[in-house]
């Protein structure tokens, strides 16, 4: 069984810098792909960006150019560096694994495991 613990949410100012941080525990081959995910009171849940054993990373085009995803396959985490950041990016952000994924991961039912969740908050 995995578990996916996420770290380092909180409130900042538009414009302010935030990452977050993901530790995976249990087996490595249910984590070959890892994202992120957020969410807002009354919508669904949405892709925010995703990365593969091989490094390759797709992002949603409200964040490209402003967050970055990367990974420790050694540590088995990911993170999700938040620069500029906006008003409209205050969310609960989940990290999100699963072993496989052969169509879009963009999807969240697609998704095995996901984590508690942190709250981000951008100040205006």
């Known amino acids: 069984q995995v578990q996916l613990v996420e770290s380092g949410g909180g409130l900042v100012q538009a414009g302010d810098s935030l990452s977050l941080s993901c530790a995976a525990s249990g087996p490595t081959t249910s984590t070959n792909i890892m994202g992120w995910f957020r969410q807002t009171p009354g919508k669904e849940r949405e892709f925010v960006a995703v990365?593969?054993?091989?490094?390759?990373?797709d992002y949603a085009d409200s964040v490209k150019g402003r967050f970055t995803i990367s990974r420790d396959k050694a540590k088995n985490m990911v993170y999700l560096q938040m620069n500029s950041l906006k008003p409209e990016d205050t969310a609960v952000y989940y990290c999100?694994?699963?072993?496989?994924?052969?169509?879009?991961?963009?999807?969240?039912?697609?998704?095995?495991?996901w984590g508690q969740g942190t709250q981000v908050t951008v100040s205006s």
């Open positions: 999100a694994a699963d072993p496989l994924i052969t169509t879009t991961p963009r999807l969240p039912r697609l998704w095995d495991y």
């Open positions: 990365i593969n054993l091989r490094g390759v990373t």
